[in-house]
């Protein structure tokens, strides 16, 4: 599959545990999105890498999550002391820089107990 | 701030009628328009767009149709199927590729 790939699929986790999440984009793809859907919405923006440099991070997005793209290559996104409001599906999505529709992944399901 | 209103929250037609969700945006600098369908635990995945230089785009039982003045743009499937069943969701972006302001949803359900 040359798609957009995340891993892990699904997650459960204690609540102030720490998460981690993985994003491989389309390889030719420069720019990479996270966005979180909760159910019965439509996704919310998180943040964006153009190659390695993040450009834009939501309000959504507390101190609590940090996200990379190290070499413009995949992403991880890290959710700190982990709260059951962020229980959500977290998407990846890519695009060649303006010139390509988004690409979304899978998604990984987040459940915070 | 940006954002995109998009209704009804859910649609439900009988095979072979059209179905009609609409959108409105805030932003008057968004001039990328794509409509995402995502099937219960799967990926939304485009299934047409439009760009602000257009007023309408069609594909096949699909069509788009944008109101620039108006900020408001709408999706119309003809001839639906049980397999059109999904959510639907509308978005704006300033560009193609580019950040992504999603509508609410739109739960469609065709009845056999």
């Known amino acids: 599959d040359t798609g957009v790939s995340q891993n892990p699929r699904h997650k459960i986790t204690k609540r102030g545990q720490n998460v981690t999440f993985r994003c491989d984009p389309i390889?030719?793809?420069?720019?990479l999105y996270w966005y979180r859907q909760t159910l019965g919405q439509g996704p919310e923006f998180l943040t964006y890498?153009?190659?390695?440099?993040?450009?834009?991070k939501s309000r959504l997005l507390s101190d609590r999550f940090s996200a990379e793209r190290p070499k413009g290559s995949f992403s991880t996104l890290e959710i700190q002391r982990t709260e059951q409001g962020d229980s959500a599906m977290y998407l990846c999505?890519?695009?060649?820089?303006?010139?390509?529709?988004?690409?979304f992944g899978q998604g990984t399901r987040l459940t915070v107990v | 701030g940006e954002n995109v209103e998009q209704h009804p929250s859910t649609l439900s037609v009988q095979e072979g009628d059209s179905a009609v969700i609409k959108c409105t945006y805030s932003?008057?600098?968004?001039?990328?328009f794509p409509w995402y369908k995502q099937e219960l635990g799967k990926r939304p995945q485009l299934i047409i767009d439009?760009?602000?230089?257009?007023g309408e785009k069609k594909d096949q039982r699909i069509a788009v149709t944008l109101n620039k003045t108006a900020k408001h743009f709408s999706l119309h499937i003809t001839e639906t199927q049980p397999e059109d069943s999904a959510v639907y969701f509308c978005?704006?972006?300033?560009?193609?590729?580019?950040?992504?302001?999603f509508g609410q949803g739109t739960e469609l359900s065709v009845k056999p």
């Open positions: 999505a890519s695009s060649f820089d303006g010139q390509t529709e988004a690409f």
């Open positions: 390889s030719e793809h420069n720019r």
């Open positions: 890498f153009q190659n390695e440099a993040q450009l834009e």
């Open positions: 932003d008057s600098a968004s001039n990328y």
């Open positions: 439009i760009r602000s230089n257009v």
């Open positions: 978005a704006a972006s300033i560009n193609q590729g580019g950040k992504l302001i």
